[in-house]
């Protein structure tokens, strides 16, 4: 490598064979082929945007049946079915697969890289999330969803209390969602360490990507124990294993433990990038460095490894042995530490730094209002003799429903907003999303603050109904209330976002003047990213880049080749080429639903699948003769190099 | 009109014993910590947002992020602080709770177990085993005195709640978990089950009765008893009914040539408040649309509907009259 | 104005050692891997510590000798996934392939052995008890790796039978070869835990 | 397209039936193949004529399971010690002393059997004889295996993979 000084070239022709060597493919075919980063992760967004729509009706079903004592809208089992479907919908095929889809799309941005590093298996990820939530949905709309809750606990998900095949369908979705879910965190560890641009080194990564990089560990660790526990359950359902049955010597209790071993880290693999996106946004808004870079990457990791030492305190009323529980509170409340801390450092750089205001700022505001709540009655939930009273009552739907939608929920609106004019090339409504802010913020506050009260006050959750003279009543009549103002606010945000798209204001590349690389392309982005992959030289990569900051040339635009660097100094290494289009992750993740949705009903179907799976992953490998000529030609050196983008007028050496 | 009007409100935060007691008063110390902690964290925020709001511009060195660092370490500082005083004061109480009952006069021992969707309560006698009491859907405990409560059950996990004595506990399958409890006011305290246990998990209440020792032992004895004789012929008729209609296939009356196991003991349920584990109230006429039709009451029960002719109906309701 | 650049035109394209992108997203895999395998192991542990009869009295003590010389064999055969990991790193064909087929023998021999053998004489099925499920899904686990290691092997070694190999094939047996110690090793603790622990002293008893 | 769309239909209609679950029966039940009670104990043919009355529960999940409670709670595995016979005979084997039909199963529920096969016809509503009906033709293996669970909770007198 040498450092080379030139006269700034015009890039028309560059980027024309660019766009040719990048582009999606026309048709049916070509959209199931597709293995762009930015598109798999649009997708995420959208498809987990409706599952979230969808998740709301079933909420606001729920209130409607809570409007008044013993009311008649919903039977048990439609009630049962309905907020076993929140849960899992909300959890599984929203919350998570969101967060992948911005991971998906922002963090080769954020990087300065043209994809991510298995895009066919990024593909292949979305279709197997996909396939597991429609399944999920077509089995609640044939009368066949789980009703086990959406943590499922044995034995009333097992064989003998949950007849039917809504469970079998809950534990196969699982299946799926978490497949996708450790393939995303596969690709973004990998993509973060080996793809970022030189002078990229781990202290200048963005927060928004080591937030992505700490959940994909998480997930590693996290989602293969809900995958066994999951499959266990599975197991004992479909073919007679007795791990979970006490009488033949399995414990119920095993379940709950293998659930909450991954259950309490899902909620920091759901919030943790909500933190990614406060930072992001704040440092825009803020026009200075997020203050105490260092702490900050700490305790997320601080976050991350406490995060998998709390699990019991979901278990404090199993009667485990109170020493073994203490441990976990101490745990649990130590936990709150990081992420004060972070939030201390969000103060110290509002505080110093020139704070303007905008509706994803909002959203920030209302992360702080809301998620310290959330925290805070977390404290009190792990204290042992508190969780005693408030385990599994309406205080803990308070508090989780503060944790998610002060921490991940409020972030991700305001994420939407704050990368609206990436996505689209145009500004939103600036009125109608502070519209959009305020009805959730009243309408959110209303539904779950009196939700607190209502559990101190004995209400247990997955109730389907009360009895009057409970004094439960006036309260939930608040708390349905608010749910038509949240209701409001999504419906705001949905019209804003729809007209802005097509009538926006239109945006320019930095609209917010913000930091981070995707911030210095054209909105939207361009297929292939960078023409040409950037250099950093700060944390900061916008602001901090000199008027002449190198850029990376030697590559070749007419393949898809992409610069490896070395993982701590991001030293540049090698190159590497990506695969292009492939349709084989959309056949495998039909093998696999052949397989896995087969199973439920017939053991062998999983053979079966198993086996047409086997044939699409040779499909998946075989290399296209093209790639193999290429390959061929390159190791004897003859593949002809392009002179296109190598520096053209005068060739100086740098001092 | 239903069950819940009888109790007193049903609240963590009307405690009745001194655990529930202690819990409450746990619950203060967090709850005012909490809200200091909020109300000043909060203030922060927004006073660094006027001061960031008055800035022309951003300040971004090293001698500022000193002043900040002093400022982010305090603050940290004094939130270990805060835990650790938390941390304590929980350990504390735990173990207050955790060691109730042990070493003390006059304990009780009660067998609760949990059914789809009813509590079964069992008084059992060590010295003569033959005297267990059964009954479902109440609890009767003397006041002032820990009561040792073993909690099972037959199908899947439920908790036992009743928030004015005492946190939940689970009941597992397998795994006889045991809590203490104790009322030192006498009162009914309405309780739940508090883990998701299916269709009816909604209808799955209890109440416990605390009353003074002699009232105690009064109605102990009584439930010893079996059921009174029927006296009037309704109330012999409607024994015959009960008798030969499926009843008895389900429930067990002592003295009675009936031993169903699979719905709730009836030999004195007419002294119980409630019906259908806390969703109705014990009356005649609530009795007698349960006993026609319970699924259309309580969806999933396992009570069926019964097709009884007028006559049959009034004499099985007088003869039910007398379960006292 | 000038604008600087960084000419990268002079780096290799691809590599096959642990800078390549695909050797990294094998070791998350086998990350993932692991802790199933971990989380199997714990489930055994976790039964384990709850049952007092574990084994169950009515599991018999299990014939050591053919399970103990399968595994024996599984184990030498991470010499030849050795072979052809070093091997690869100067794409020395003869031993490559001799070694792939030495593989695909060990994983068929093992695999067959597995079902023929060792798993009729368990005397219990995953249906029997608790202790009868964990076992079935700790054998049905690492015989879905198996296959899936021999099966990557066969069809590797298929491959470089009829098409060129380079650096990239290359990289595809080195990463294979670190896949098969790991299935190879993670075999060893269930070895003992459903062969040797019946042959101990029982717990309860 | 249109192959894809009946699968779904069908599928849709299997998976309906497969997972009705009547939480609240009608006090009033007709599907009763002999409303005429001749006594406690009755012989019965081997097989009934046909009655035109079908099993309401035919492979329905929910009532395999609903049997199977009441299967342990009306202790019917007190003699027929779950399924697998003893003071009365095995049920999960092919030999059928008064028929396997759905209707047979019924009548001997309802009506009682010589050598001690008490009449539970009247002490338990129909649709409940229903239910254990099912859930004994599915010990036999004469329901869809879909349907059925493969173990309960308890102690299993037969494994899975034993041939029903």
């Known amino acids: 490598m040498t450092e080379l000084a030139v006269l700034p070239p015009d890039f028309a022709k560059e980027a024309a064979i660019m766009e040719k060597t990048w582009a999606s493919k026309p048709g049916v075919i070509g959209w199931l082929s597709e293995t762009g980063h930015k598109q798999i992760g649009l997708r995420y967004i959208v498809t987990a945007f409706l599952f979230f729509l969808a998740g709301g009706i079933e909420a606001a079903l729920m209130r409607i049946q809570l409007l008044k004592p013993e009311n008649h809208f919903l039977g048990p089992d439609a009630y049962n079915q309905i907020f076993t479907m929140h849960g899992s919908t909300m959890m599984f095929l929203f919350a998570v697969p969101i967060m992948e889809g911005f991971g998906v799309y922002l963090v080769p941005l954020m990087l300065g890289t043209h994809n991510v590093a298995f895009p066919k298996l990024n593909a292949f990820g979305y279709y197997i999330y996909l396939f597991g939530g429609l399944f999920l949905y077509t089995m609640f709309l044939l009368h066949a969803a789980p009703q086990a809750g959406w943590f499922s606990y044995v034995p009333l998900a097992g064989p003998q209390y949950s007849p039917g095949k809504g469970v079998d369908t809950w534990a196969q979705m699982i299946t799926f969602t978490e497949v996708s879910g450790l393939v995303v965190a596969v690709e973004l560890v990998v993509t973060t360490f080996k793809q970022r641009c030189p002078g990229m080194s781990l202290n200048r990564i963005p927060l928004f990507v080591w937030s992505m990089i700490v959940v994909s560990f998480m997930i590693i660790f996290a989602m293969p124990a809900v995958m066994i526990a999951s499959g266990y359950l599975s197991l004992d359902r479909l073919v007679g294993t007795h791990l979970y049955n006490r009488s033949e010597g399995g414990d119920p209790l095993l379940y709950q433990h293998m659930f909450w071993f991954f259950g309490h880290p899902e909620v920091y693999i759901i919030f943790i990038p909500g933190l990614g996106f406060v930072s992001s946004i704040l440092t825009a808004f803020t026009g200075r460095k997020i203050y105490g870079y260092t702490a900050m990457v700490s305790t997320l990791v601080v976050t991350a490894f406490l995060g998998f030492s709390v699990w019991v305190h979901h278990m404090f009323a199993t009667g485990l042995p109170q020493l073994g529980e203490s441990f976990f509170t101490a745990a649990s409340l130590m936990i709150v530490l990081p992420t004060g801390v972070q939030i201390f450092c969000w103060i110290a750089t509002i505080w110093s730094g020139r704070f303007r205001i905008a509706t994803p700022v909002m959203y920030v505001i209302g992360f702080f209002l809301v998620f310290i709540v959330g925290g805070l009655t977390g404290v009190m939930l792990a204290s042992i003799p508190i969780d005693w009273q408030v385990h599994d009552t309406y205080f803990v739907v308070a508090h989780f429903h503060y944790v998610l939608i002060g921490g991940a929920l409020f972030p991700l609106f305001g994420a939407f907003h704050f990368w609206f004019p990436k996505w689209t090339g145009r500004m939103y409504s600036e009125v109608m999303g502070q519209i959009s802010f305020w009805l959730l913020l009243i309408g959110f506050n209303v539904t779950f603050f009196p939700m607190h009260v209502l559990g101190l006050y004995g209400m247990p959750r997955r109730v389907y109904t009360y009895q009057p003279g409970m004094r439960w009543g006036n309260l939930n009549v608040l708390a349905s209330a608010g749910a038509v103002f949240m209701a409001l606010s999504v419906l705001t945000m949905i019209i804003n976002f729809l007209v802005s798209r097509r009538a926006g204001r239109v945006a320019g590349a930095n609209p917010w003047n913000a930091d981070t690389l995707e911030w210095s392309l054209p909105s939207p982005p361009p297929v292939y990213n960078y023409l040409h992959v950037p250099t950093v030289s700060g944390l900061n990569a916008v602001w901090d880049a000199a008027p002449d900051q190198p850029y990376v040339t030697g590559m070749r635009f007419d393949r898809r080749e992409i610069l490896i660097t070395r993982v701590l100094d991001a030293e540049p290494d090698h190159t590497e080429q990506l695969p292009g289009h492939s349709p084989w992750p959309f056949v495998l993740s039909c093998t696999m639903c052949i397989g896995l949705w087969g199973a439920i009903f017939f053991a062998w179907w999983f053979t079966i699948g198993a086996v047409l799976s086997g044939i699409a992953l040779i499909g998946w490998f075989w290399p296209s003769d093209r790639e193999l000529e290429d390959h061929i030609l390159r190791e004897k050196g003859e593949l002809g190099g392009l002179e296109l983008g190598m520096p053209e007028p005068v060739r100086e050496e740098m001092p | 009109m239903t069950a819940s009007t009888l109790a007193p409100i049903q609240s963590a935060l009307h405690s009745a014993g001194p655990q529930a007691a202690s819990i409450e008063h746990l619950w203060w110390v967090f709850f005012w910590i909490c809200v200091v902690v909020y109300v000043i964290t909060i203030a922060f925020f927004f006073i660094a947002a006027i001061r960031g709001r008055r800035r022309a511009e951003a300040v971004d060195n090293p001698a500022h992020d000193r002043r900040l660092g002093i400022f982010v370490s305090t603050c940290a500082a004094v939130t270990i602080a805060t835990l650790f005083g938390l941390l304590f004061s929980s350990v504390a109480t735990g173990n207050a709770i955790g060691t109730f009952g042990k070493n003390k006069p006059g304990q009780i021992e009660i067998e609760v177990t949990g059914h789809q969707w009813w509590w079964e309560v069992k008084y059992p006698d060590a010295l003569a085993p033959a005297n267990q009491i059964t009954d479902a859907n109440e609890i009767h405990i003397p006041i002032h005195t820990p009561v040792l409560l073993r909690l099972d059950t037959r199908d899947v996990i439920h908790s036992l709640w009743i928030p004015n004595l005492h946190g939940k506990r689970d009941l597992i399958p397998g795994r006889v978990n045991k809590f203490w409890i104790q009322a030192d006011r006498p009162g009914v305290y309405r309780g739940q089950c508090a883990e998701f246990c299916g269709y009816q998990h909604a209808h799955m209440a209890l109440t416990v009765v605390a009353e003074s020792s002699a009232d105690f032992l009064k109605w102990k004895s009584h439930m010893g008893e079996g059921a009174p004789t029927p006296m009037t012929p309704a109330q012999l008729r409607g024994q015959q009914v009960f008798l030969s209609a499926p009843c008895a296939k389900c429930h067990n009356i002592l003295g009675l040539d009936a031993y169903g196991t699979l719905g709730p003991d009836l030999t004195h349920f007419r002294s119980r408040p409630t019906l259908a584990a806390g969703q109705l109230l014990n009356t005649r006429g609530n009795l007698a649309g349960w006993i026609m039709n319970a699924p259309a009451i309580k969806p999933g029960t396992t009570m069926p509907p019964n097709q009884l002719s007028g006559q049959e109906m009034s004499d099985l309701l007088a003869y039910l009259e007398t379960l006292r | ?205 | 397209m249109k192959r894809s769309l009946a699968l779904l239909v069908i599928l849709a209609v299997v998976a309906c039936h497969r997972e009705r679950r009547p939480l609240a029966p009608a006090a009033v039940d007709s599907q009763r193949p002999n409303p005429l009670r001749m006594g406690d104990l009755q012989p019965g043919p081997k097989q009934l004529a046909a009655t035109g009355i079908n099993n309401p529960y035919e492979g329905n999940a929910y009532a395999i399971s609903e049997g199977q409670r009441l299967f342990a709670q009306y202790n019917c595995s007190g003699c027929h010690f779950h399924g697998g016979g003893g003071i009365g005979p095995p049920l999960m084997d092919a030999e059928w002393i008064y028929g396997s039909s759905p209707v047979n199963i019924f009548t001997t529920i309802s009506e009682g059997r010589p050598n001690g096969m008490p009449s539970y016809g009247g002490h338990i509503p129909v649709y409940q004889i229903w239910q254990l009906t099912t859930y004994v033709r599915a010990l036999g293996g004469f329901e869809p295996k879909g349907a059925t669970s493969p173990r309960s909770e308890e102690m299993m007198a037969k494994r899975a993979e034993e041939p029903k």
Not at chain 3, 11 to 23: F, P, Q, Y
């Open chain 3, 1 to 205: 104005m000038t604008q600087r650049v960084l000419d990268v035109a002079a780096l290799t394209e691809g590599t096959a050692d642990s800078r390549s992108l695909i050797w990294w997203g094998n070791l998350a895999m086998l990350a993932i891997e692991g802790t199933m395998f971990a989380m199997a192991m714990a489930t055994y542990l976790y039964l384990r510590s709850t049952n007092l009869d574990w084994p169950p009295s009515t599991v018999p003590k299990p014939d050591l000798l053919m399970p103990t010389i399968n595994t024996v064999m599984l184990l030498l055969s991470c010499i030849p996934a050795f072979i052809i990991d070093r091997a690869s790193i100067t794409k020395n064909m003869l031993p490559i392939r001799i070694c792939q087929a030495l593989s695909i023998a060990v994983g068929l021999l093992f695999l067959y052995i597995q079902y023929a053998v060792m798993v009729p004489s368990l005397g219990y099925k995953w249906s029997s008890h608790a202790y009868g499920s964990v076992v079935w899904v700790i054998i049905g686990m690492h015989t879905l790796h198996m296959v899936a290691a021999t099966g990557e092997t066969a069809l590797l070694f298929l491959y470089s039978l009829f098409k060129p190999v380079l650096k990239k094939h290359l990289l595809d047996f080195r990463c294979t070869a670190v896949y098969w110690y790991f299935v190879a090793l993670v075999w060893v603790p269930f070895y003992f835990i459903i062969f040797i622990e019946p042959w101990m002293q029982r717990k309860g008893s």
